[in-house]
């Protein structure tokens, strides 16, 4: 399934975003699918970790969603480190 840039589902009803994530991602503006999906997948793997990339395939039309049950061993960061560096990276686009 592809989405539209133009889709106003929230993002929160994305398979493989979870309150944490949604939550970070409202905090930049982003509250829908269509928003997400103008985000560059570099810059979300920079935020989120390489789980991520799953999602943004999905929403692009490239992969099916699947649940992970293997735990992650990505660099946990706060939500504070998450803030900061999402809007470093903002301000580079």
Do not use: C, D, W
Not at 9 to 17: F, K, N, S
Not at 50 to 71: C, F, K, W
Not at 80 to 92: D, I, K, N, P, V
């Amino acid at each position: 399934m592809s989405f539209s840039t133009h889709s106003t589902v929230p993002i929160e009803l994305l398979p493989g975003i979870g309150r944490r994530t949604a939550r970070v991602l409202r905090s930049l503006g982003i509250a829908t699918i269509g928003q997400f999906k103008q985000l560059p997948e570099r810059v979300l793997i920079e935020l989120f970790g390489p789980s991520i990339r799953l999602v943004h395939s999905y929403v692009h039309g490239q992969a099916v969603p699947t649940v992970n049950t293997e735990p992650t061993t990505t660099l946990r960061r706060s939500l504070t480190q998450r803030l900061r560096l999402a809007s470093q990276m903002m301000a580079l686009l």
